[in-house]
């Protein structure tokens, strides 16, 4: 029994963390839907830059004279968008059978909107549309602005991703967001039925903070902030504020276990993913890592919930661990580098000026 197997049978969800044209033509992806029971697929500005940079394809005439020869922006998210089209449509079979619990694909808002609230509802609504398929999320990141317009967007029904949460207050500060979106569309006569996931962060806490941690308690702070972050959504979920919303309908926000491929070298491919079979929540992973998986050998759960025991609130304040401090610096850390890649995206796919 292959690893991927093992953890779709402990109640985990296989999402694919990267999209590409390539994975598309070769039917690669609908490869791994049939024989790795992937249910979604994930992508973020590093991944497009990765797939549609120079080195892969370019942006031809045909596509700049679609959007106009000085934006390259609208060139890049309309390829973009007609990948994920493609995605989409091979997921729709499990997003109709499951009732909406299975089948997503992702896109996200540009970067450069990170702390626009206004804006990122603007071009989610119009991001939204452009797409024109029912089991898309669009991405937007947990920042202060974002989160507030995760709520507008759940009340106009538009499907989110939540990207870049690091911690608890981050989870939290996404999940009221959430519930408020919900208790607003009640209120106006709407069904409360509109998905949304957060995606959580796990490799770069160990990348950030394994030099501040006795060796003992290496690449464990990542998988420590994941189970603290599951058992307080667990919780909310205990609630009859949830209650009245699951009542109507509405079904809760799933945590995404991004990042899960380490950042140390040391580390097999699979060492998150054996480590967090958390039941009802997803894990999105690159390519080389569901490789890895699907070809380890069959391995036995110790307990899926069961949290590292070598990290505790007095270890961690002892090695000087601001853990909401860190959070901030790795959320706001990840929104450069999301921007960085995504400006080098669009200056690989400028139209070149012959000025011969």
Not at 32 to 47: K, R
Not at 302 to 309: F, I, N
């Amino acid at each position: 029994m292959n690893g991927t197997v093992i953890l779709r049978a402990a109640g985990q969800r296989l999402w694919l963390d990267t999209i590409s044209r390539r994975l598309l033509d070769s039917g690669t992806l609908e490869r791994y839907i049939d024989v790795y029971g992937l249910t979604g697929v994930t992508s973020n500005p590093t991944i497009l830059s990765r797939e549609m940079g120079e080195d892969e394809r370019q942006l031809g005439p045909a596509e700049h004279a679609n959007t106009g020869p000085g934006d390259p922006e609208a060139s890049v998210v309309a390829e973009a968008v007609r990948d994920v089209q493609r995605a989409a449509d091979l997921f729709k079979p499990q997003w109709e059978t499951s009732g909406g619990d299975d089948g997503w694909v992702s896109i996200e808002v540009p970067p450069a909107l990170a702390y626009r609230g206004a804006a990122t509802v603007q071009e989610g609504r119009r991001l939204h549309a452009q797409v024109d398929r029912p089991n898309v999320f669009i991405k937007v990141p947990a920042t202060s602005p974002g989160v507030a317009a995760i709520e507008v967007l759940t009340l106009a029904g538009v499907p989110t991703n939540a990207t870049l949460v690091f911690d608890t207050r981050q989870q939290r500060a996404v999940e009221n967001s959430y519930l408020r979106g919900l208790e607003r569309r009640t209120r106006m006569g709407l069904l409360p039925f509109v998905a949304s996931v957060a995606s959580v962060f796990i490799s770069r806490w160990d990348a950030a903070t394994n030099h501040l941690l006795p060796s003992t308690a290496h690449n464990l702070l990542g998988l420590h902030m994941a189970h603290s972050i599951d058992r307080q959504h667990r919780e909310a979920l205990d609630t009859p504020r949830w209650s009245m919303l699951r009542d109507r309908g509405a079904t809760p926000q799933r945590l995404v276990w991004a990042s899960t491929a380490p950042k140390d070298p040391d580390l097999a491919p699979t060492y998150y993913a054996h480590r967090l079979p958390l039941p009802d929540t997803v894990d999105t992973m690159p390519e080389n890592v569901l490789l890895a998986l699907a070809q380890a050998p069959s391995f036995s759960l110790t307990g899926p919930r069961a949290e590292p025991g070598n990290l505790t609130p007095s270890t961690l304040a002892a090695c000087g661990v601001d853990e909401t401090r860190i959070a901030q610096t790795l959320q706001r850390a990840g929104v450069q580098a999301f921007a960085a890649d995504w400006d080098r995206l669009l200056a690989a796919n400028r139209p070149r000026v012959d000025v011969s």
